[in-house]
């Protein structure tokens, strides 16, 4: 079974993730994803020096995610081209990842832990898509006060993703992560024993 995972920035995501995880379920990050297609000696990041050029490469010839991050944001272009070098080195090796989890457990449980599921326009692909969900004024709080983000790169950070409702409308699950933590793992249960009574677990 294979479950789409998403949510906006601060929305609680990796919290819901990681107690479907307990349950055990197998978690693909994409952020984690992105990260290894990017290494250095990658098709991607030859492409990205090639169209970001040097500066974007730090001494040791990994990328530099900072310089990078800061050529693309507010570039609607730049960022545009990233994403049609990045996405699909992403897309191609979590289909390699889903199909070697499903190869050694045909009724595995796999959840693919997807920030941009709401932009991406691929929740075909899943047999469920779940969406960490709290309100725009709770993530902007948690990124000013857990992550240090001035309130300003708070809102810009929040306001660049899809809106809250763009996300709710592609759920079959939403799961509040606005309450305690008791409250989410409530949720997070009665989840999984959907997920297994659809799954014959």
């Known amino acids: 079974m294979l479950i789409g995972l998403t949510g906006g920035i601060a929305s609680g995501k990796s919290t819901v993730a990681s107690m479907l995880r307990a349950h055990g379920a197998v978690i693909i990050d994409a952020d984690r994803l992105s990260r290894e297609v990017v290494e250095p000696g990658t098709p991607a990041l030859t492409s990205i020096r090639a169209r970001f050029g040097e500066s974007v490469i730090t001494a040791d010839g990994a990328l530099d995610r900072q310089t990078l991050g800061t050529v693309v944001f507010g570039d609607a272009d ?106 989410t793992r409530a949720e997070v249960d009665r989840l999984w024993q959907r997920i297994s009574s659809e799954n014959g677990r």
């Open 78 to 183: 730049a960022r545009r081209d990233l994403n049609a070098i990045v996405h699909p080195a992403v897309r191609d090796r979590a289909a390699k990842r889903i199909r070697e989890i499903a190869d050694a457990d045909p009724r595995a449980v796999i959840v693919y832990d997807v920030p941009l599921l709401a932009e991406s326009g691929m929740t075909d692909a899943f047999d469920l898509v779940v969406v960490a969900d709290a309100p725009t004024t709770v993530r902007h709080e948690r990124l000013v006060s857990l992550r240090g983000m001035t309130p300003e790169d708070a809102t810009r950070r929040i306001a660049s993703q899809a809106s809250d409702d763009e996300r709710r409308r592609i759920a079959d699950v939403v799961i509040d992560t606005s309450g305690s933590l008791e409250k």
